[in-house]
């Protein structure tokens, strides 16, 4: 009975010495993506609309109709579409337009900045709007000379908004918009 009881005893040990001695399985950490892009290098533009701006080179601009253009980045998913809109004695109607477009995101978005613009060299007087939340546009902005010219810009991203996953390219196109609205001339 003793050597029967030795002999469980050493084949429960060596079972256990051989199969409980694995590591422990542990949850890997959390990461995140690396979202790396090329630094902007910017290039002059001027179409057949009464205004010209610098825009990312990286972009692809297409024209659509009535002065207005789609600024696409293939690689980051998302476009920045620009509106012009000749001022006719509807300056205000321009402006409270533009400014209920971006506050129509005060659903999703936890906060809307807005950054004043003003270049009285250019004539070129407007806003610049940032959209922080999971809102469908992370930025906007309008541009005017009050007496002809009327401009309004906004990217979209072709994702679910989640502004944690696009944080970097919304932050990329920011730069971007905000040199285009920087750089705006009127013809």
Not at 105 to 115: C, M, N, P
Request: hydrophobic share 40%; charged share 20%.
């Amino acid at each position: 009975m003793l050597k029967k009881t030795t002999t469980i005893v050493i084949l429960f040990t060596f079972f256990f010495a051989v199969f409980g001695c694995k590591d422990d399985v542990l949850p890997k950490p959390s990461s995140y993506l690396r979202l790396d892009y090329p630094e902007a290098e910017y290039v002059g533009f001027k179409g057949n609309c009464p205004f010209a701006f610098e825009m990312n080179s990286k972009a692809v601009i297409k024209a659509d109709k009535n002065c207005g253009y789609s600024i696409t980045y293939p690689k980051m998913k998302a476009t920045i579409y620009l509106t012009y809109k000749p001022v006719n004695n509807n300056i205000k109607k321009l402006l409270r337009d533009a400014q209920k477009l971006t506050y129509e995101h005060v659903i999703k978005a936890d906060d809307i900045l807005e950054q004043p613009f003003i270049n009285t060299n250019n004539k070129v007087y407007g806003m610049f709007y940032q959209v922080d939340g999971n809102a469908a546009t992370n930025s906007q902005f309008y541009v005017t000379d009050s007496i002809k010219h009327f401009v309004t810009a906004s990217v979209y991203f072709y994702a679910k908004p989640n502004f944690d996953s696009i944080m970097p390219a919304a932050s990329y196109i920011k730069n971007d918009m905000q040199r285009l609205m920087e750089t705006m001339k009127w013809k």
